[in-house]
């Protein structure tokens, strides 16, 4: 295997079919600390099939998925995340009639194994009250930690997915879609949101709005049927004429 030294994931020979479906066919991935690489590719390509496979939520039917140097490729989700390994989900998972803070510091509780219904009103809940606000002021939501998620614009709700993902001390962080749904007026906060995550954590952005990609990503991997197209700066990317007939032919980058 040619792995270079800076790598925080390694992904190898990756498939997985959905019955007759080759949905993932021998994926090959990888990400430098540090990373901030685009994922694009047509509706069915197997993105979030991808990120499944990744976070452990799928299985592989093949291949192999390092991070620095452990195989977790047969490992549940729960010892992925503790490896570093976290998403955002292209539909909101949040619960919504709870308050913005809790939603994070639940999920600060349960990285640190507290059963958190258990402390709560605790000393250790306040301290994960605390940190949670810390992820929340990251994501620029700071102001809104005791409304109802229910009540936020959807643009908010999106970077409160974020905020519980960073909360998780990733090293990795898959995003899938954190764009969509968005109305245009508030997209820019996505953009600004993405721009100042942590410099540290490898970021894989999945996303159909192609002003964000092409703004975030210093590579683009363009996957298509389930196999990695080409992988590429921007400006290749955009000037590739196989990838603008099966992707970008209609929109203008
Ligand atoms: N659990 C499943 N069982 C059977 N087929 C599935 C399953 N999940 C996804 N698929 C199929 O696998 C293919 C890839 O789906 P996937 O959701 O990974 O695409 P995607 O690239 O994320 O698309 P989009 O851009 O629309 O989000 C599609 O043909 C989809 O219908
Ligand atoms: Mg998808």
């Given amino acids: 295997m040619n792995v270079a030294a800076d790598n925080i994931l390694t992904v190898r020979g990756l498939c997985k079919n959905f019955g007759a479906l080759a949905v993932t066919q021998q994926v090959d991935l990888d990400l430098a600390r540090g990373a901030r690489i685009g994922l694009i590719g047509p509706n069915g390509a197997g993105k979030t099939t991808l990120v499944n496979l990744l976070t452990g939520m799928l299985s592989s039917d093949a291949g192999t998925i390092v991070i620095d140097g452990h195989h977790i490729e047969k490992a549940k989700p729960e010892t992925r995340v503790r490896h570093g390994l976290v998403r955002t989900h292209q539909i909101n998972t949040l619960l919504m009639e709870t308050s913005v ?44 930690g005791d409304r109802r998620v229910s009540e936020l614009p959807y ?17 990795i962080l898959l995003l899938d879609e954190p764009g969509a749904g968005i109305p245009s007026t508030e997209a820019h906060i996505i953009h600004e949101a993405l721009e100042s995550l942590p410099p540290d954590i490898a970021i894989l952005l999945i996303e159909h709005d192609m002003d964000l990609v092409f703004k975030f990503a210093r590579e683009i991997v363009v996957l298509v049927l389930g196999r990695v197209l080409t992988r590429d700066v921007p400006a290749n990317i955009s000037s590739n004429a196989e990838v603008r007939s099966v992707y970008l032919g209609r929109s203008v980058v």
């Fill in 101 to 144: 803070r809790d939603n994070v510091a639940i999920a600060v509780a349960e990285r640190q194994n507290y059963a958190w219904r258990m402390l709560r009103y605790g000393p250790q809940w306040r301290a994960c009250l605390d940190e949670a606000q810390h992820y929340l002021e990251e994501m620029r939501i700071g102001h809104a």
């Fill in 155 to 171: 643009g908010e709700q999106r970077l409160l997915e974020i905020a519980i993902g960073l909360s998780l001390k990733p090293r």
